[in-house]
């Protein structure tokens, strides 16, 4: 707990001082962001991106070697983030949170969320159950589209 408050006072050297091994795992975009400096680089480009960010736990579970932090990240989007220019909006999305421990060492976080989510309330996605993502899948992905579209076409006969 005291990590993730240092983390959402944007206290980012306390927060990594909590770790015995500080390392994230972005598990919906596969990015490991490994020592110091990377998280260090890390906090500060979502801090630069969304600078009222926090993470609000809703329950905590633990495992054995582990805690696992059940929550919601919420911010708003006034800078850019991943190559994306700054919208303005905000998001509220699930996070599910694995700290990892060796023995009493926190040995990093595994971090958990839907990027289509994010990128939806961010409004540069569609849910494609939607008929603008519907139309915006076919636009954006032709070669795709129309390969499955081909082989719906041959299972019928």
Known sequence: M???T?????TFEDAIG??????YEIVATGEVYDGTPELMRLMHENVT???????DVERLHHADEAVVAEGAF???HLGTWRGLPAT???VDFPMLIVFRFDGEAMMGERIFFDLNTALRQLGVARDPNTTSGKIATALNHPVT???ALLRRLRRRR
């Open 2 to 4: 005291a990590h993730m």
């Open 6 to 10: 240092a983390e959402n006072a944007h």
């Open 18 to 23: 909590f770790f015995g091994h500080p390392r």
């Open 49 to 55: 991106a969304f600078p009222d960010f926090h993470y």
């Open 74 to 76: 919420r911010g708003t």
């Open 88 to 90: 303005g909006r905000t």
């Open 145 to 147: 589209i129309g390969r």
